[in-house]
């Protein structure tokens, strides 16, 4: 084991399966950017000032303190680095953690969990990672469908 | 359903080539699409197996601090499959996750031509069957009065406890090199708990 070589588990059916499973849309509403040239690249600056979710998961965007800090990297590729707060119609709060790569050629995915309360109603989306394909909207905002990874 | 063991085939040779040809073209644009794997579509996702990644342990350390603390190092492993070949670098980096949230692996590859690569994997394991709300009432027991306490930890196979572990990996790769795309890439893996020794089997797939 030294070479940490074990040919047994190269077999194809050890090629795990994965899936996908529609579960909400979120847009995403923004008051304009800032973009900063920082050490790192260029920093976006973006406060989300609204939107709204619907689906498996229901409700609107919290507009006060939810943002999106994303990197532009040399090479023209952006790492998205999203924090959006949201509440349901009956007031229970959650929050969607998006991270990932929006490129040049139109490439927009990132990668999100959701924290819930576990004395809500939403216990099913705790230890889940969804997928999000996003685009953007009118007027500067952004549209992302989410996909639980089965 | 795509032949798996069709593609795997194909694969070896393929994987062999990539690896001498990327000495020689260290700036090569994608690799040819015959050579990969089938585009797969789920729900309108598109997605590729890109390779697979088998990461041995040893050391499984749990750290009871208020917000809990894993420290389980990666020991050595293999990378195979279409789009990536080499080694995971021995004790080049663990899982740190903690307070409940994903997990959270920071390590480095060795591709075949070199190039170390970082990895930082964040991943969730959820029981299957289990509600993980219940996972936020924890109790820790206290050492009686000198009583030593122990911090190790054993991680059981898939087949006595079924997990759910996915994982989205982003990776950090020589900017010059065949690697560079995954810089710009999402990622989702598959993780499947063995044991004897103890390892775990991520199979990667891009998101297209």
Same mark, same amino acid.
């Given at each position: 084991m030294d070479d940490f070589?074990?040919?047994?588990?190269?077999?194809?059916?050890?090629?795990?399966?994965i899936g996908f499973a529609p579960a909400f849309h979120l847009t995403l509403e923004y008051d304009g950017r800032h973009i900063e040239e920082t050490p790192h690249g260029d920093r976006i600056l973006r406060r989300i000032t609204g939107g709204t979710i619907f689906g498996?998961?229901?409700?609107?965007?919290?507009?006060?303190?939810?943002g999106e800090f994303s990197l532009r990297r040399e090479d023209g590729v952006t790492d998205i680095n999203g924090h959006v707060l949201l509440q349901d119609d009956s007031g229970e709060w959650f929050y969607i953690r998006n991270i990932g790569y929006s490129r040049e050629?139109?490439?927009?995915?990132?990668?999100?969990w959701v924290d819930v309360d576990v004395r809500g109603q939403y216990g099913w989306a705790l230890g889940l990672l969804f997928v999000g394909i996003a685009r953007p909207s009118e007027n500067g905002g952004l549209a992302i469908d989410y996909y639980e990874v089965l | 359903m795509i032949d798996?063991?069709?593609? =795997?085939?194909?694969? *070896?040779?393929?994987?062999?080539?990539?690896?001498? $040809?990327?000495? =020689?073209?260290? %700036?090569?644009?994608?690799? !040819? @699409?015959e050579r990969l794997p089938p585009t797969r579509e789920m729900?309108?996702?598109?997605?590729?197996?890109?390779? *697979?990644? *088998?990461?041995?342990?040893?050391?499984?350390?749990?750290? &009871? /601090?208020p917000f809990r603390r894993a420290f389980v190092p990666a020991v050595g492993g293999a990378i195979w499959g279409p789009r990536l070949q080499g080694r995971v670098v021995p004790y080049g980096g663990a899982d740190f996750g903690g307070g409940g949230g994903?997990? !959270?692996? #920071?390590?480095?590859? %060795?591709?075949?031509?070199? #190039?170390?690569?970082?990895?930082?994997?964040? /991943?969730?394991?959820?029981?299957? $069957? =289990?509600?993980?709300?219940?996972?936020? !009432?924890? #109790?820790? &027991? %206290?050492?009686? @009065?000198?009583?030593?306490?122990? %911090?190790?930890?054993?991680?059981? @196979? !898939? *087949?006595?406890?079924? =997990?759910?572990?996915?994982?989205?990996p982003f990776f950090d790769a020589p900017k010059n090199s065949t690697h560079d795309w995954m810089n710009r890439t999402l990622f989702i893996g598959h993780g499947l708990r063995r044991v004897d020794p103890d390892r775990t089997i991520f199979t990667y797939y891009e998101i297209l």
């Open positions: 070589v074990i040919p047994e588990d190269r077999d194809p059916s050890l090629i795990g399966e498996r998961i229901e409700g609107t965007v919290y507009p006060h303190g939810a050629d139109g490439y927009f995915r990132v990668s999100s | 798996r063991r069709k593609i =795997l085939a194909g694969m *070896s040779a393929a994987g062999a080539l990539a690896a001498s $040809g990327a000495r =020689l073209h260290a %700036q090569a644009a994608d690799p !040819d @699409p729900a309108g996702v598109g997605y590729r197996w890109a390779f *697979s990644v *088998s990461v041995f342990f040893r050391e499984r350390i749990m750290i &009871e /601090a994903p997990l !959270d692996a #920071h390590y480095m590859f %060795q591709a075949d031509d070199g #190039h170390y690569i970082y990895i930082n994997n964040r /991943a969730y394991m959820r029981r299957v $069957g =289990l509600d993980p709300s219940t996972a936020a !009432d924890r #109790h820790v &027991e %206290q050492p009686g @009065p000198g009583q030593a306490f122990s %911090q190790e930890f054993v991680a059981p @196979p !898939d *087949s006595e406890v079924p =997990l759910r572990m996915r994982t989205s």
